[in-house]
């Protein structure tokens, strides 16, 4: 019969009343079967009462981990601060890279220097 | 109190707003008296930026020009030009028509030990306007070392 229930109970189709009857027998039955001792071990485990902390405790870890209000009204403009100075030194990379092929493209132009059509057709029809 | 420290801290930032190439005639054009600055393409780097050309400044200027503002800017480039080290291919390289200059690049005479100065000009004749770059650079670079790095090859 206790076999049917715990076939039951690892099912998910056990009733509260067979469940109650398991955990009796499970408990207290001195001599278990070898095969049932690890059954017993779980029920013993899920019958352990877990400790509870004290509201005094909740408290005290509250107010250890929660930011005072003034490092919060300090920290946020920091962070808004950061925040700028990133993007404008994202963009001012940015800036600078682009200038910089600007810069090395004009120079590039002038140093490889040809001239244009318009320019050819002046020299060479020059009297 | 505060009035003072805010100067001592906008100062630098002035500093670096001015342009390197003041004291030079094409310094009206940088500044956008020749043509509004909207109106023309600048780039300005300075620094590590240009390590590898051994630049410390780069700033140019593309633009469009009529008749009128060509002469112009061919003018304060020559005035400019008076300040040249020597005629000497080593130090300048020039070409012009009519006495208008096409290109030029020219190394300026500099009183800072081991820093060299440049003026570089191109005018590219179009059907209805010129296209004019206008460019200073200082640093370490010789103008061997500036053909080597822009040249194509």
Same mark, same amino acid.
């Given at each position: ?127 | ?22 004291? #030079?005639?094409?310094? *009206? ?6 043509? /509004?600055?909207?109106? &023309? $393409?600048?780039?300005?780097?300075? @620094? ?27 003018? #304060?480039?020559?005035? *400019? ?6 005629? /000497?291919?080593?130090? &300048? $390289?020039?070409?012009?028509?009519? @006495? ?54």
């Amino acid at each position: 019969m206790i076999r049917t229930y715990l076939n039951r109970y690892l099912e998910g189709e056990s009733t509260q009343e067979e469940l109650r009857q398991l955990r009796e027998y499970l408990c207290s039955t001195p001599d278990l079967p070898a095969d049932l001792i690890p059954y017993a071990k779980m029920f013993a485990l899920l019958e352990e009462k877990q400790p509870t902390p004290s509201r005094q405790a909740l408290d005290r870890f509250s107010a250890e981990r929660a930011p005072s209000s003034r490092l919060r009204v300090i920290l946020w403009p920091l962070s808004a601060a950061a925040c700028i100075t990133a993007a404008w030194l994202l963009l001012n990379w940015h800036k600078e890279q682009a200038d910089l092929r600007l810069g090395t493209e004009a120079l590039t132009e002038i140093f490889s220097h040809e001239y244009e059509p318009e320019q050819l057709t002046q020299l060479f029809n020059e009297p | 109190m505060k009035r003072i420290i805010l100067i001592l801290l906008l100062a630098p930032c002035s500093l670096l707003l001015c342009q390197a190439q003041q004291g #030079l005639h094409i310094n *009206d054009i940088f500044e956008g008296r020749l043509i /509004d600055k909207e109106k &023309m $393409e600048e780039s300005l780097v300075r @620094g590590d930026n240009l390590a590898q050309y051994k630049l410390q400044v780069l700033h140019t200027v593309k633009f469009a020009a009529n008749d009128k503002e060509r002469a112009k800017a061919d003018a #304060l480039f020559s005035r *400019d030009m008076e300040g040249r080290i020597s005629d /000497d291919e080593s130090n &300048m $390289e020039m070409e012009s028509h009519n @006495g208008h200059i096409y290109y030029a690049i020219v190394q300026l005479t500099d009183s800072q030990k081991g820093r060299h100065r440049y003026i570089c000009y191109q005018c590219k004749e179009k059907s209805s306007h010129y296209d004019i770059t206008l460019v200073y650079m200082e640093g370490k670079a010789t103008l061997a070392d500036l053909r080597k790095s822009f040249k194509k090859k």
